[in-house]
């Protein structure tokens, strides 16, 4: 089975200033907290996909955040496993551009899934340099993730997470020479701005300042709400939308609420 024909270019997707939705997935096989079976996992992410499409998003990222607390690094096989299977019926079933998010830094494995499913591209959150997590100190995967990307998936492109949310750089690099260093050396298509954890989002100055500094396209990654989300959208190149502004009964982390994502794009497109 040949990974699909991408409808959209993801260069051309990133040129477009896209609106992310986020498919957050229930835990999956071998989590802590899974109780859900793989027919259940890829109906509900069947379900959130077309709500994402339906309300107006132009990509989707398929998270495994059920699946806390996180590895470090390299996830288990059946993780890898299930990823797969979920991501590769995402891509068949929806018209969106599709990206992998294998927490806390699987990146080489989610570059993995996203060339054998057809996905578009992949959020990495530690691409350069050293920071201490909720998981441990966690340091960048730059040279194998663009050694993995020549020989397997030249066409996946890499969002990269400048000073990461739930994070703090081991050593104080400015946050504008950390995203100079990210787009220039470590080879990310796109750099992702956010605030300290996943509900907060960044300071409007903070976006401003790493867009002065990097030619990649800057998106923000932390967040945002309907209050915020027309603001982001002008300063920034795009936006992931995903807190609980987005979720029904604002439960983060849970089903998304097709009717606020609408409402977003209406706001940062009018119509």
Request: with cysteine.
């Amino acid at each position: 089975m040949s990974p699909r024909r991408r409808a959209r270019p993801t260069a051309e997707l990133l040129r477009a200033r896209p609106l992310f939705g986020m498919i957050h997935l229930p835990a999956l096989p071998g989590a802590p907290r899974s109780s859900l079976g793989m027919d259940e996992l890829i109906d509900y992410a069947l379900d959130e996909a077309a709500i994402l499409e339906e309300a107006g998003m132009d990509a989707v990222i398929v998270e495994n955040v059920g699946d806390a607390p996180f590895f470090r690094k390299s996830v288990p096989a059946a993780t890898v496993a299930a990823m797969t299977v979920i991501v590769r019926e995402v891509c068949e079933q929806t018209q969106l551009a599709v990206g992998v998010n294998l927490l806390r830094n699987a990146c080489e494995q989610a570059l993995s899934i996203a060339s054998i499913t057809g996905a578009d591209f992949i959020r990495c959150n530690v691409v350069i340099g050293a920071y201490v997590t909720d998981q441990g100190v966690i340091e960048g995967c730059a040279a194998e993730l663009a050694r993995l990307r020549m020989t397997l998936a030249h066409d996946v492109a890499v969002l990269g997470d400048v000073h990461v949310k739930h994070a703090a750089p081991l050593f104080d690099v400015p946050i504008e020479d950390a995203a100079a260093d990210l787009a220039e050396r470590g080879g990310a298509d796109a750099v992702i701005v956010s605030g300290s954890r996943s509900p907060d989002p960044p300071s409007l100055e903070r976006v401003v300042s790493v867009k002065a500094v990097v030619q990649a396209p800057v998106l923000v990654g932390s967040g945002v709400s309907l209050s915020n989300v027309t603001d982001f959208y002008e300063h920034a190149d795009g936006v992931l939308i995903g807190e609980t502004d987005f979720k029904v009964d604002g439960v983060w982390g849970g089903r998304s609420d097709g009717r606020a994502y609408a409402e977003a794009a209406r706001l940062c497109r009018g119509g």
